[in-house]
C-alpha cells in the first residue's frame, strides 16, 4: 500500500516539474519573440514581422486607434514609419490557459510620415500557438506621461 502511494507520489511530482519546465519553455520563447520583434520594428525587417504577427492580429497603438497586421507591416514595407530605437525593460511574460501575455515598457525614438517623435509605452502583448508555432495576435500600447 505504501509502495503504491510513494509511486503515485512521484508521479505527480515528475508531472508537475514537466508542466512547470513546459511553462519555463513557452516563457523564454516568448522573451526570445518578444526581442526578434523590437530587432525587427528597428530593421524594418517586414519578414520577421510576417512570421512574428498572427493573421489575425489586433495592433492597438498608443493613441488607442487599431490597426490590422496588413497595416502595420506595410507602415514599415513603405517606409512611413521607421523605427531607430525599440529598447525593452521590465518584461515578463506569465501563462493564461493556452495564452502567453508578455508586458513590459519600451522607449521608442521613430518617425512617423516625416515626424519624429521619442517616448515611452507600457504595453501587452497576446501570443497564441498556431500550427505549432507562438504567434502574436494582440497588441495594446499605452504611452506614459511625459518625464518632468
Known amino acids: 500500500m505504501h509502495v503504491r502511494l510513494a509511486l503515485r507520489l512521484l508521479f505527480y511530482t515528475v508531472l508537475l516539474l514537466a508542466a512547470g519546465e513546459v511553462f519555463a519553455d513557452a516563457a523564454d520563447d516568448i522573451e526570445k519573440l518578444e526581442q526578434e520583434r523590437f530587432t525587427a520594428y528597428v530593421n524594418s525587417d517586414v519578414a520577421a514581422l510576417d512570421r512574428i504577427f498572427a493573421d489575425d492580429l489586433v495592433y492597438i497603438h498608443s493613441n488607442g486607434m487599431p490597426d490590422t497586421k496588413s497595416a502595420v507591416v506595410r507602415s ?20 493564461v490557459g493556452d495564452v502567453m501575455v508578455a508586458i513590459g515598457l ?36 499605452a504611452r506614459m506621461p511625459p518625464k518632468t
Open 76 to 95: 514599415f514595407a513603405s517606409g512611413d514609419l521607421k523605427i531607430s530605437r525599440f529598447d525593452g525593460e521590465d518584461i515578463k511574460v506569465r501563462q
Open 106 to 141: 519600451v522607449h521608442v525614438d521613430l518617425v512617423n510620415k516625416g515626424t519624429a517623435a521619442k517616448f515611452d509605452l507600457r504595453y501587452s502583448a497576446i501570443y497564441i500557438k498556431q500550427g505549432g508555432e507562438w504567434r502574436l495576435v494582440q497588441v495594446h500600447n
